[in-house]
């Protein structure tokens, strides 16, 4: 359900981005038969009249006529390279041809330029309007663009900002709104909001009118990006809102266009501070009680994106991914799910000969297709665990269109139906654990204390070869913690090849992880799937959230990577002959993922269609690896600050800007999210409920002796050894003796050439995160006789202790 409601956002948003694209073309057209018609070429480029562009939206139009990109603003580009919009805005306020196309070849590392004129331009951020190829591959291509814009633009005479007054006017910040909106800008309702990262021309005006300097005023329009500014007395200003007094024309498109709004407005103010400089409050005054009761409401899902670029690998991937309790309720809550950075892997290549998913299923025919299978997951707060705070990682995929899944050695991640967790059927399970060190939890992985940076690889390995001619690909998980690292199990290849139900004939012979080239590597991203909040007419209240930060920011991912197959496969394979530790080589050389650097308002809803910022995304490179952090939208946790940090939770409803709880309605203080509460009968158990199949006992276990452990979630898990062969889910393989000879003889050299920390995983730029320490309780030593060639499978987790506990 999760994955249909992603794609059909997905559909909403190529359609509206179609709709956008559709009107921006025909307004392209309009404009141009309004200016004027084609009368000259130059280089074999139409140009709207013979003296080139005079105006912004000729230069619009004309770039994308050619196909070129990065043209909603003349301040962003991509890539490190000027976009056509800004060569030719460059031409229109009086740069000569020559002048641009020198800045246009010129190589530059630098994401920043500040043009005297229009202010500073980005060239790291990524572009709303890219289309693809030939001209706009992830944005700007190449310095053809900006090229192009030099030649089409036209030197001088063309349509720059208004020029500022010519003397300072305004005492009040009455007469500030006033003339900003005289003068055509926007967001002039509330100094405390703007747009795009740019200060408002009121912002500006309001700072100058109580008592800033106009040289200080100046430097912040065209040097400040972030998305919160605060003011030493007019206190916060968000930059990275919607204003609704947008209209979308001439200086207010999207709203605030570029930086001459706030510097229009520093130099309308009097910076004297004469006249009436007192502002209104720093905050927004208490909203009255509605005298209504609080109402319950869901908004539809959404994500929170990392500004990763999707990647292509023969040898799988890996990355880092925050794990930490953000729920800070006080209890568990009923009907919340959410997942904290999580990915997506699928088959690469995407296309297929026919229709990958059954034409009549939820995806209809998918081809290409993401969805034929998936590695997919990481932590979060599920509605289908045991109640719990703390955020859990999951052992997550899919296949044959999401009809099956891969979840952990015997359970799919359901406990409670009927009204137990029944295992899944023999021919139904889905990973094999090779780790002899730690316990693969039905419910997932726990972290210890505050949390941290939890590695994670989905590799390419020759684990669970069948024979020495066996060369599919089993694709492995490997984990890297403060006190566990290395392999902990593998997809056999026996669930890649389910297909959709009415579609295996035509579906069989179709790549699969098993045998395709290379895996797809997407997104990361937070998935807010089902988050309850309270709302009134006057307020919003969320759950109670915090975050871990470090010197101002709370780190949510990092360092993804690509592999070559030679640096998984190949490795690994020298520890399943030899028994000899290769940790040093194996994946040793990996290649960091690219992402685009820049900010986003980390937009959160709290009703259908109601959007409050939680603070702002940030996507960085950092010694050459992508790092994605959140700077919380609470001005306590700024400026090196390091401990938890708590998001807003309440939000005035008129401004969507954070208030203090003592303002909120009282009505909304004590409405109270409904409590999930333990149920004793909701368990995993394969220990009094069989596996259809007879896998449990046959072969059975290598002892009969039941293990316990209590986890800090809370929960109990019991579990026995197994001999590595003759655990429940690899009997799915139906294995001939040889086959299990062949396998459990690899295995045992696993464990003599591994330790419990074998550092497959090299953790990079995420060691600045502080890396997470998993549960103590999930550590296991084997046995007596059984120290290699032998794993703990669970049979039970829940939230009693089992009666049937042989150790502890």
């Known amino acids: 359900e999760r994955e249909i409601e992603r794609e059909r956002e997905r559909e909403r948003m190529i359609k509206d981005d179609g709709r956008n694209l559709s009107l921006a073309l025909i307004c392209s057209l309009l404009s141009i038969i309004v200016v004027g018609t084609v009368t000259g070429v130059r280089d074999g480029k139409a140009l709207v009249n013979s003296e080139g562009c005079t105006t912004e939206a000729c230069c619009k139009n004309a770039c994308a006529l050619q196909g070129y990109c990065c043209l909603y603003d003349y301040q962003v580009s991509s890539n490190h390279l000027f976009s056509c919009l800004q060569a030719c805005t460059m031409r229109l306020v009086g740069d000569s041809e020559a002048d641009v196309e020198a800045l246009c070849t010129t190589s530059s590392d630098e994401c920043v330029f500040y043009h005297p004129i229009l202010g500073r331009m980005d060239k790291c951020q990524s572009c709303s309007d890219s289309t693809g190829p030939p001209n706009c591959l992830y944005g700007v291509?190449?310095?053809?663009?900006?090229?192009?814009?030099?030649?089409?633009?036209?030197?001088?005479?063309?349509?720059?900002?208004?020029?500022?007054?010519?003397?300072?006017?305004?005492?009040?910040?009455?007469?500030?709104?006033?003339?900003?909106?005289?003068?055509?800008?926007?967001?002039?309702?509330?100094?405390?909001?703007?747009?795009?990262?740019?200060?408002?021309?009121?912002?500006?005006?309001?700072?100058?009118?109580?008592?800033?300097?106009?040289?200080q005023v100046d430097g912040l329009c065209?040097?400040?990006?972030?998305?919160?500014?605060?003011?030493?007395?007019?206190?916060?200003?968000?930059?990275?809102?919607?204003c609704s007094d947008s209209t979308n024309t001439g200086n207010c498109v999207?709203?605030?266009?570029?930086?001459?709004?706030?510097?229009?407005?520093?130099?309308?103010?009097?910076?004297?501070?004469?006249?009436?400089?007192?502002?209104?409050?720093?905050?927004?005054?208490?909203?009255?009680?509605?005298?209504?009761?609080?109402?319950?409401?869901?908004?539809?899902?959404?994500?929170?994106?990392?500004?990763k670029r999707d990647a292509v690998s023969s040898g799988g991937n890996s990355w880092y991914t925050g794990v930490f309790n953000m729920l800070n309720e006080g209890y568990p809550l009923q009907g919340l799910q959410f997942g904290l950075a999580g990915t997506w892997m699928v088959p690469y290549p995407l296309s297929y000969d026919d229709c990958a998913c059954n034409p009549s299923g939820d995806f209809g025919c998918c081809n290409p297709c993401t969805y034929?299978?998936?590695?997919?997951?990481?932590?979060?707060?599920?509605?289908?665990?045991?109640?719990?705070?703390?955020?859990?990682?999951?052992?997550?995929?899919?296949?044959?269109?999401?009809?099956?899944?891969?979840?952990?050695?015997?359970?799919?991640?359901?406990?409670?139906?009927?009204?137990?967790?029944?295992?899944?059927?023999c021919d139904m399970m889905n990973f094999i654990v090779v780790s002899n060190r730690v316990i693969a939890n039905p419910d997932g992985f726990t972290v210890a204390g505050t949390g941290g940076a939890l590695g994670i690889a989905w590799v390419v390995t020759g684990i669970g070869r069948h024979n020495s001619t066996d060369d599919r690909n089993w694709m492995t998980l490997a984990l890297d913690s403060t006190n566990f690292a290395g392999p902990v199990g593998y997809v056999p290849a026996e669930v890649w090849k389910r297909r959709a139900e009415g579609?295996?004939?035509?579906?069989?012979?179709?790549?699969d992880f098993t045998n395709s080239d290379g895996v797809y590597h997407q997104e990361i991203a937070f998935e807010w799937n089902s988050v309850p909040s309270y709302a009134t007419s006057t307020a919003y209240k969320t759950p109670s959230y915090t975050v871990p930060v470090?010197?101002?920011?709370?780190?949510?991912?990092?360092?993804?990577?690509?592999?070559?197959?030679?640096?998984?496969?190949?490795?690994?394979?020298?520890v399943l002959e030899t028994g000899e530790n290769n940790d040093a080589n194996i994946m040793s050389q990996g290649?960091?993922?690219?992402?685009?650097?820049?900010?986003?308002?980390?937009?959160?809803?709290?009703?259908?269609?109601?959007?409050?910022?939680?603070?702002?995304?940030s996507t960085s490179k950092e010694q050459g690896e992508c790092v994605w952090s959140i700077l919380p939208n609470n001005l306590t946790c700024r400026d090196g600050y390091t401990g938890d940090c708590q998001l807003p939770r309440y939000f005035n409803a008129q401004t969507r800007q954070p208030m203090d709880e003592a303002q909120a309605p009282q009505e909304l203080v004590s409405a109270q999210f409904t409590e999930r509460k333990e149920d004793p009968s909701y368990a995993y158990d394969a220990y009094n409920y069989e596996p259809a199949g007879g896998c449990r006992d046959t072969p059975g276990?290598?002892?009969?002796?039941?293990?316990?452990?209590?986890?800090?979630?809370?929960?109990?898990?019991?579990?026995?050894?197994?001999?590595?062969?003759?655990?429940?889910?690899?009997?799915?393989?139906?294995?001939?003796?040889?086959?299990?000879?062949?396998?459990?003889?690899?295995?045992?050299?696993?464990?003599?050439?591994?330790?419990?920390?074998?550092?497959?995983?090299?953790?990079?730029?995420?060691?600045?995160?502080?890396?997470?320490?998993?549960?103590?309780?999930?550590?296991?030593?084997?046995?007596?006789?059984?120290?290699?060639?032998?794993?703990?499978?669970?049979?039970y987790e829940g939230y009693d202790r089992p009666s049937f506990c042989d150790e502890f």
Request: glycine fraction near 10%.
């Open 141 to 215: 291509t190449d310095n053809s663009a900006c090229l192009y814009g030099a030649s089409v633009g036209g030197q001088g005479g063309g349509s720059p900002p208004p020029p500022p007054p010519s003397s300072s006017t305004c005492t009040d910040l009455e007469c500030c709104t006033r003339e900003c909106g005289r003068a055509g800008y926007c967001c002039n309702v509330d100094y405390h909001l703007a747009s795009n990262r740019l200060f408002s021309c009121y912002e500006g005006c309001a700072m100058r009118v109580v008592g800033d300097a106009r040289a």
């Open 222 to 242: 065209v040097g400040n990006t972030d998305c919160v500014y605060v003011h030493p007395i007019l206190g916060r200003m968000d930059k990275c809102l919607e």
């Open 254 to 307: 999207y709203g605030i266009t570029d930086t001459s709004a706030c510097l229009y407005g520093s130099a309308l103010g009097d910076g004297g501070g004469g006249g009436n400089p007192t502002p209104p409050p720093v905050s927004p005054s208490p909203p009255p009680s509605s005298g209504t009761p609080a109402e319950l409401v869901y908004p539809t899902s959404f994500f929170w994106n990392m500004r």
């Open 372 to 425: 034929f299978q998936t590695i997919e997951g990481g932590p979060g707060y599920w509605g289908n665990e045991l109640a719990t705070q703390e955020a859990k990682w999951r052992i997550g995929g899919a296949t044959a269109c999401y009809q099956y899944f891969v979840s952990g050695s015997m359970f799919y991640l359901n406990p409670g139906y009927t009204p137990h967790m029944n295992p899944l059927d």
């Open 503 to 511: 579609w295996e004939s035509e579906s069989r012979y179709f790549h």
């Open 550 to 574: 470090t010197d101002g920011r709370a780190p949510l991912a990092a360092s993804p990577m690509s592999y070559n197959r030679s640096d998984t496969y190949d490795q690994v394979e020298v």
């Open 591 to 617: 290649t960091p993922e690219d992402c685009t650097v820049g900010d986003s308002d980390a937009e959160y809803l709290v009703g259908d269609s109601v959007k409050v910022s939680m603070g702002s995304l």
């Open 701 to 795: 276990p290598a002892s009969e002796t039941v293990y316990c452990i209590e986890t800090s979630s809370p929960s109990w898990v019991a579990f026995r050894w197994y001999k590595f062969v003759d655990q429940p889910a690899l009997q799915v393989s139906h294995l001939s003796d040889a086959e299990r000879d062949y396998i459990q003889a690899r295995i045992e050299n696993l464990h003599r050439g591994t330790e419990q920390i074998s550092q497959w995983i090299k953790p990079g730029v995420a060691d600045a995160m502080g890396q997470a320490t998993l549960d103590e309780s999930q550590f296991v030593t084997p046995p007596d006789g059984m120290e290699v060639g032998y794993v703990p499978i669970p049979l």
